[in-house]
């Protein structure tokens, strides 16, 4: 079993920065790729950004190219998503998730965590 545990989330004005972080405790933690998603009031959940086990490999939605960054640290079992240039379209409970492959579909993941707000002002 694998727990996932997001922190990081808050109020922020539009052009600011958060940085997400994804704590995973479980087993083989390192052969999981890790991906965020994120779900905003009356929508979808979508696709953010994605990463390989090994670091190697990242993927973005387009609405957050070069605005956001996902990385990873296997040493402390964590997941980042730092989120410079903040737009009030970002506003959304965040959610990491991983699995066996950094996909862009939410059912490609099989553990999900809790999710944290982000809430952008304009």
């Known amino acids: 079993q694998v727990q996932l545990v997001e922190s990081g989330g808050g109020l922020v004005q539009a052009g600011g920065s958060l940085r997400l972080s994804c704590a995973v405790s479980?087993?083989?933690?390192?052969?999981?790729?890790m991906g965020w998603f994120r779900q905003a009031p009356g929508k979808e959940r979508e696709f953010v950004a994605a990463i390989s086990w090994g670091g190697s490999r990242t993927y973005y939605a387009d609405s957050v190219k070069g605005r956001f960054t996902i990385s990873r640290d296997n040493a402390k079992n964590t997941v980042y998503l730092q989120m410079n240039s903040l737009k009030p379209e970002d506003t959304a409970v965040y959610y990491c998730a991983a699995g066996p492959n950094p996909g862009l579909r939410s059912y490609e993941y099989d553990y999900w965590g809790q999710g944290t707000q982000v809430t952008v002002s304009s």
């Open positions: 479980g087993r083989t933690y390192r052969t999981y790729a």
